[in-house]
């Protein structure tokens, strides 16, 4: 059974940092494509990035780039997504999210919340 | 940025009802279309891929269909668990991966 089960968010101040972390099971690590996807309260589906199996390829959305390192270690099954220079609006639902056919996402993990707030 | 745009935002409707969700891409996305389902407090499921294959699991009376710039997530008969917000998503034009911004779909 596939799962996926992210971790580290939490309260953190306007310019602070984060470190996500996912776990992944059930399935062949290195073999997929993962993504991290955000969803600020009562919004919809913001997609972040995306890392290639073997982590030698990484896509982000603009408005991110610089603030926000997708990473992997499949040595452990793991996805981290660093987040640097938080802002409020960055405040959401952070999942992971494995890439599957036509790159539709077909697994999900339960989310975990950064909350970005003085 | 390929914009994806559902119709309507929400919709109300009875059990047993056919119900239709629409999705329009601003440029062509081929057979690149996504469904998910998401309720309360949930992450999203995926429903359907390559605009018209069912998820494993996923019952048969949610289909989908279309390519280029129009597509559509049918409910034949409408059940009181498929309350939830359904978000199309393109995967054709990338990055970035594109939602809809989600159609909420409620029990009359």
């Known amino acids: 059974e596939v799962q996926l089960v992210e971790s580290g968010g939490g309260l953190v101040q306007p310019g602070g940092s984060l470190r996500l972390s996912c776990a992944a099971s059930g399935f062949t690590f290195s073999s997929y494509w993962m993504s991290w996807v955000r969803q600020a309260p009562g919004k919809g589906l913001e997609w972040v990035a995306n890392i290639k199996g073997d982590g030698s390829e990484m896509y982000y959305v603009d408005s991110l780039k610089g603030r926000f390192t997708i990473s992997r270690d499949n040595t452990k099954n793991s996805l981290y997504l660093q987040l640097n220079s938080l802002k409020a609006e960055d405040t959401a639902v952070y999942y992971c999210?494995?890439?599957?056919?036509?790159?539709?996402?077909?697994?999900w993990g339960q989310g975990t919340l950064v909350t970005v707030s003085s | 940025d390929n914009q994806m745009t559902q119709s309507p935002s929400s919709l109300s409707a009875s059990v047993g009802d056919r119900v239709t969700i629409t999705c329009r891409a601003s440029?062509?996305?081929?057979?690149?279309l996504s469904w998910y389902q998401q309720k309360p407090g949930k992450a999203p499921k995926l429903l359907i891929y390559?605009?018209?294959t069912l998820q494993s699991g996923v019952p048969s009376r949610f289909s989908g269909s279309g390519s280029g710039t129009d597509f559509t997530l049918t409910i034949s008969s409408l059940q009181p668990e498929d309350v939830a917000t359904y978000y199309c998503q393109q995967s054709y034009i990338t990055p970035p991966y594109t939602f809809g911004q989600g159609t909420e779909l409620k029990i009359k």
């Open positions: 440029q062509s996305i081929r057979r690149y």
């Open positions: 390559a605009a018209s």
């Open positions: 999210a494995r890439v599957g056919h036509s790159d539709c996402f077909d697994y």
